[in-house]
């Protein structure tokens, strides 16, 4: 989250709250790669909510949203993903609690939660 302040002259200075809310294309990691080594070193398990990012940290929490039914999953970013056109992706777990696993993708918001 970024705090923001706008200074209008002869008015007032107005601060607010942005949050870093990022939306694309959510994948998820099939069941081959259950067991494998992920960039953190963790051993992916297809029942933990973990996730792969581009950019964000090893360890940052991130709120998923599932777009089409607004259902909701806190993941940690445990991985990196290659160059695609996708923004997260997702385990196993999380895709279910999303609801998209029949699907295959799903459009989604990310949400960086602040500790």
């Known amino acids: 989250m970024k ?11 107005i601060s607010f709250i942005q949050s870093d809310i990022q939306k694309g294309i959510a994948s998820y990691y099939g069941n ?16 933990s909510l973990t996730a792969a ?10 709120k998923v949203t599932n777009l089409k039914n607004d259902s909701v999953v806190i993941v940690k970013i445990n991985d990196r993903m290659g160059s695609t056109k996708r923004i997260i992706d997702l385990s196993m777990a ?3 609690k999303l609801n998209f696993v029949r699907a295959g993708l799903a459009t989604v ?4 939660i602040e500790k």
Do not use: N
């Open 109 to 112: 918001t990310l949400e960086k």
């Open 53 to 62: 990012h581009r950019t964000l940290s090893m360890g940052t929490m991130v």
């Open 32 to 47: 081959s790669l259950h067991g494998h080594r992920t960039y953190s070193g963790e051993k992916y398990h297809k029942d």
């Open 94 to 96: 999380a895709a279910k």
């Open 3 to 13: 705090k923001i302040s706008l200074f209008f002259p002869g008015l007032i200075l």
